[in-house]
Nanobody
């Protein structure tokens, strides 16, 4: 059974940092490209970062470049998103995603507020 479980979301002050994790089961991370998406209230879900099968970051949203870093450890079947210098506009539910064949986690809430 395929499952993706995100964790690490929290309430953080502006300028703070968080690292999100996404652990998968039922398939091998080494065989797939992976993404982090986010969805803020009233907005469409947007791609935040992407990583290749080999673990090379391939894309970042302009709004997070230089602040967020995607990585994965294949033998742990775990995807990470390190988020630094967080801003209120980063507030959203963050999802990990396997674009093919379209697996999604349940999401983890990140709130940036003073």
């Amino acid at each position: 059974q395929v499952q993706l479980v995100e964790s690490g979301g929290d309430l953080v002050h502006p300028g703070g940092s968080l690292t999100l994790s996404c652990t998968g089961s039922g398939f091998a991370f080494s065989n797939y490209r992976l993404n982090w998406f986010r969805q803020a209230p009233g907005k469409e879900r947007e791609l935040v970062a992407a990583i290749s099968r080999a673990g090379v970051p391939t894309d970042y949203a302009d709004s997070v470049k230089g602040r967020f870093f995607i990585s994965k450890i294949n033998y742990k079947n775990t995807l990470y998103l390190e988020m630094n210098n967080l801003k209120p506009e980063d507030t959203a539910v963050y999802y990990c995603n396997v674009p093919t064949p379209g697996y999604w986690g349940q999401g983890t809430q990140v709130t940036v507020s003073s």
